[in-house]
Antibody, heavy 118, light 107 residues
Framework: QVQLQESGPGLVKPSETLSLICTVSGGSISGYYWTWIRQPPGKGLEWIGYIYHSGGTNYNPSLRSRVTMSIDTSNNQFSLKLNSVTAADTAVYYCARRITGPEAFDSWGQGTLVTVSS | AIQMTQSPSSLSASVGDRVTITCRASQGIRNDLGWYQQKPGKAPKLLIY???RLQNGVPSRFSGSGSGTDFTLTMSSLQPEDFATYYCLQDYSYPLTFGGGTKVEIK
């Protein structure tokens, strides 16, 4: 069974770049849409975007100017960079696998809290 | 972006109750809708996809229905482990959008 694990700093200063990695184990990274989703404390879920195994991306327009995703198929990892962060970017960040035909997020990481504060 | 409106935002129910949560899309999304359960401190878990298809391993007391703009998640007999927050997600078009969530609490 595939497992996902987020890793990265839990504290980022305002105006700096948030960087997270998701490591996929127990399955191939090929053939799926690898996604980032976030959840501010006590609030709902927000789709950030995805990266396909071939490197194609699709970002939420609300974050598009600040988001970059990349993928390392040799190490079964994909990553998120969010620049110019503010306190509003404080959230639990989840990575998830999106299956298609039909679509759904069938596997999720446990989530990692990133706090933006000086 | 398609707006997803869930109702109610919270409800209190007892073990054994039948519970229904609704989700309305701001435009038609065919049957491209999923339901997710989230417990405190945990990642969301897929329950239902394509509006009515039960994910492997999910108890049959969970069911989903609907098409177009109106969808429902039903729990036929609420169990203690079902107290959680439930989210709908439209998979029809980008950006993908979630409903605001429904918190199911113990009465």
């Amino acid at each position: 069974q595939v497992q996902l694990q987020e890793s990265g700093p839990g504290l980022v200063k305002p105006s700096e770049t948030l960087s997270l990695i998701c490591t996929v184990s127990g399955g191939s990274i090929s053939g799926y849409y690898w996604t980032w989703i976030r959840q501010p404390p006590g609030k709902g879920l927000e789709w950030i975007g995805y990266i396909y195994h071939s490197g194609g991306t699709n970002y939420n327009p609300s974050l598009r100017s600040r988001v970059t995703m990349s993928i390392d198929t040799s190490n079964n990892q994909f990553s998120l960079k969010l620049n110019s962060v503010t306190a509003a970017d404080t959230a639990v960040y989840y990575c998830a696998r999106r299956i298609t035909g039909p679509e759904a997020f069938d596997s999720w990481g446990q989530g990692t809290l990133v706090t933006v504060s000086s | 972006a398609i707006q997803m409106t869930q109702s109610p935002s919270s409800l209190s129910a007892s073990v054994g109750d039948r519970v229904t949560i609704t989700c309305r899309a701001s435009q038609g999304i065919r049957n491209d809708l999923g339901w997710y359960q989230q417990k405190p401190g945990k990642a969301p878990k897929l329950l239902i996809y394509a509006a009515s298809r039960l994910q492997n391993g999910v108890p049959s007391r969970f069911s989903g229905s609907g098409s177009g703009t109106d969808f429902t998640l039903t729990m036929s007999s609420l169990q203690p482990e079902d107290f959680a927050t439930y989210y709908c997600l439209q998979d029809y078009s980008y950006p993908l959008t979630f409903g605001g969530g429904t918190k199911v609490e113990i009465k």
